[in-house]
């Protein structure tokens, strides 16, 4: 027999080998291929679906209402009007209280001034209250559990003049907040002008009661 004959078959053998080979080779390459694109899908959908710190604070709150401050009733001409009164009935009988118990002449000089200033706004006060045809609003005639309270602890400190001081700058703080609130949101023309005017006296008080406070051992 021919040798070239015996070769054939082992040929094809070989070559039937190559090809399983090679299709076994491509058969695993694709199923990689195939779990890699589902691995990359699969991350892709946790990633839309996970907002980013940034995005979550760009969400606004399902309730916006709920952080906005409750408006103040200060913008409203009676309560204003009874606040405002009540400041100026405090700093009068603080100041009587001061020309009584004060050391320094400086001092008693300041509470002098405080009662002619706020017996001359509460006229104000009123005035503007009747030119704006308000006259249902009735002005106090009692200070209010908290102030007499302050006023009470006052007439007890040692030390008086510091004491007294250091609630005018208090006093007088408070006092000019209200006033610039009302001049700016308030609900009646002839009020909220009482209450830009007065605004500028309170914070010259309040500079005072300041110097005055710093200089009182």
Known sequence: MD???????????????????????????GAAVAAFSLAACGQKT?????????QQAATPDANPAATIPTPSNEAAAPDFVAKAAASDMFEIEAAKLAQTKAKSAEVKKFAADMVTAHTKSTEALKKAIADSGQTVLVLPTALPADLQDKLTDLGKAENFDKAYMDNQVDAHQAA???????????????????AATTAVTV??????????RDAVK
Request: net charge negative.
């Open 46 to 54: 946790e990633a839309e679906g996970a907002a980013t710190p940034a």
């Open 176 to 194: 000019l907040d209200l006033l610039q609130r009302y001049a700016q949101d308030g609900d009646v023309a002839g009020i909220k002008a009482f």
């Open 3 to 29: 040798g070239r004959l015996s070769v054939g078959p082992a040929l094809n053998i070989l070559v039937n080998l190559e090809e399983g080979l090679m299709t076994r080779h491509l058969l695993i390459a």
């Open 203 to 212: 914070q010259q008080h309040l500079d005072k009661a300041r110097t005055v």
